[in-house]
């Protein structure tokens, strides 16, 4: 089975009312090439005539946004002239690309009203040759994402990109991003063959899960070596995972703000680009 080379508590960095744990980057973590950052929202209860999500418009470049609505909404705008409000359950894929313009906010309902909120949301990195490629967007509701059960219906996972035990995932992807959610009810087991050649994105959500032996805890990311393929996943207490594997680039990152490209001097541009308003306009209306 695959070893275990450490296990990341996510740290807590809370942005205005807004709880939020991050397992990466941390000090002890920069990336999981090519996944780049996580931040874990919630889980918490908003009261009626709330202020919502914080994220006000604001650019990106060079990477792709991955964002899971575990609880809650999320109203997205974009330059590019893309509008949706995603629940419970579905997920938003933007490739931000050469670049653009997007706010991520609570719906007017759920600001009246208040509810639960939980969301988490991945940065992907893109490739040198795709950092630059036209920005788009796609989100999906929970009834638009294919599951798959396993070990007689106590294991459900949400195939949300490339594919899972021959089930494919629902969002084409640019590169082969392979992301599912899963759910175990206490008891349930999965048995999982992973290429030798990807590295593993593996956030403990909830619950707590015994992989290849070790115990994740919620809140917590299991960074692996990359010398077996099979994983044995046993669930503890009911529980939900992130999973994820990809290919590394084996490419330079520089990361500043909203924008991640190979070297200091595209960083520069971005920014010069933005400025200039070349990432594109804002309606405010």
């Not at 920069?30 to 994220?55: A, R």
């Amino acid at each position: 089975m695959r070893t275990i080379k450490n296990i990341h508590k996510a740290e807590y960095r809370p942005i205005a009312d807004l709880v939020t744990y991050s397992p990466m980057p941390t000090r002890d973590l920069q990336m999981i090439d090519p996944f780049l950052f996580l931040n874990h929202h919630g889980p918490q209860t908003y009261g009626p005539n709330n202020n919502g999500l914080p994220f006000g418009p604001h650019p990106h470049r060079g990477m792709e946004t991955v964002t899971f609505i575990l609880d809650g909404d999320i109203s997205h705008k974009d330059s590019g002239g893309n509008e949706s409000v995603i629940y419970s359950g579905g997920v938003q894929w933007m490739t931000a690309g050469s670049g653009l313009m997007h706010a991520e906010i609570s719906s007017d309902d759920f600001k009246k009203f208040g509810g639960d909120l939980e969301i988490l949301q991945l940065w992907l990195n893109l490739p040198a040759r795709l950092k630059m490629t036209a920005p788009k967007y796609k989100g999906l509701q929970q009834d638009h994402i294919p599951t798959i059960t396993f070990d007689e219906g106590k294991v459900t996972a949400r195939v949300i990109s490339g594919e899972l035990s021959g089930t494919m995932g629902a969002f084409e992807t640019l590169t082969e991003i392979n992301l599912s959610t899963i759910n175990f009810k206490d008891t349930g087991k999965l048995e999982l063959k992973i290429p030798l050649d990807h590295n593993i994105f593996f956030y403990v959500i909830k619950g707590e899960l015994l992989v290849n032996g070790t115990s994740g805890k919620s809140l917590h990311l299991v960074e692996f070596e990359n010398n077996e393929e099979a994983l044995e996943i046993i669930a503890l207490a009911d529980s939900t995972l992130l999973l994820g594997h990809a290919k590394p680039f084996n490419e330079p990152v520089v990361a500043r703000g909203p924008f991640v490209m190979n070297t200091m001097e595209e960083i520069d541009q971005a920014y010069q680009d933005f400025q200039q308003g070349k990432l594109g306009k804002w309606d405010h209306n």
